[in-house]
T-cell receptor, first 116, second 111 residues
Framework: DGGITQSPKYLFRKEGQNVTLSCEQN?????MYWYRQDPGQGLRLIYY???????QKGDIAEGYSVSREKKESFPLTVTSAQKNPTAFYLC???????????????FGPGTRLTVL | DAKTTQPPSMDCAEGRAANLPCNHS???????VYWYRQIHSQGPQYIIH???NNETNEMASLIITEDRKSSTLILPHATLRDTAVYYC????????????FGSGTKLNVKP
């Protein structure tokens, strides 16, 4: 089955520790995205990548880092600099951004991060 | 970027049509309207999108007003499994195809 996988589903971290969230897609999509969702709120964009070895900051990039070494993978690291990391993290992918607005984003199941 | 306004919540009886409104009065001519839904603690799911014509697929219908300042998502026969948060999103073409998600409408389908 084609799709996006995120692991783990639940993640607990001690305050001050860095943690990396995995996102893998086998849809051969060029673009990948990371969103954060807090309870009762919409999604906010953290980072996005249009192509391998390139990524851009979204609206709330502070305290996060990403890499895009392979087309199918876009891991997100939540660093100790992120002051309120407890949230639901969603990864998405999309076919070539050059093809225009008809390409919807496909989302993974999400990772719920809790800082203890 | 065009913003959207949706009611925070709506109720619908099972088997009846659910009509979810969205205002996007500042939408520009090349921006599309997308609808997604998110069932609790899952990733959002694409439903439908349109530019100016009404659209229908196996999940829903999208009605866009002639001036494109508002739209309505219609679930023709709502089921309990349609209980979710529904997001109306205006697509920003020039901004690397980012999607801007607001707070959405929580649809409660009741037996």
């Amino acid at each position: 089955d084609g799709g996006i996988t995120q692991s783990p589903k639940y993640l607990f971290r001690k305050e001050g520790q860095n943690v990396t969230l995995s996102c893998e897609q086998n849809l051969n999509h060029d673009a990948m995205y990371w969103y954060r969702q807090d309870p009762g709120q919409g999604l906010r964009l953290i980072y996005y990548s249009q192509i391998v070895n390139d990524f851009q900051k979204g609206d709330i990039a502070e305290g996060y880092s990403v890499s895009r070494e392979k087309k199918e993978s876009f891991p997100l690291t939540v660093t100790s600099a992120q002051k309120n990391p407890t949230a639901f993290y969603l990864c998405a992918s999309q076919d070539s951004v050059l093809l225009g607005a008809n390409n919807e984003q496909f989302f993974g199941p999400g990772t719920r991060l809790t800082v203890l | 970027d065009a913003k959207t306004t949706q009611p925070p919540s709506m109720d619908c009886a099972e088997g009846r049509a659910a009509n979810l409104p969205c205002n996007h009065s500042t939408i520009s001519g090349n921006e599309y309207v997308y609808w997604y839904r998110q069932i609790h603690s899952q990733g959002p799911q694409y439903i439908i999108h349109g530019l100016k014509n009404n659209e229908t697929n196996e999940m829903a219908s999208l009605i866009i007003t002639e001036d494109r300042k508002s739209s309505t998502l219609i679930l023709p026969h709502a089921t309990l499994r349609d209980t979710a948060v529904y997001y109306c999103i205006v697509r920003v073409l020039y901004n690397f195809n980012k999607f801007y998600f607001g707070s959405g409408t929580k649809l409660n389908v009741k037996p």
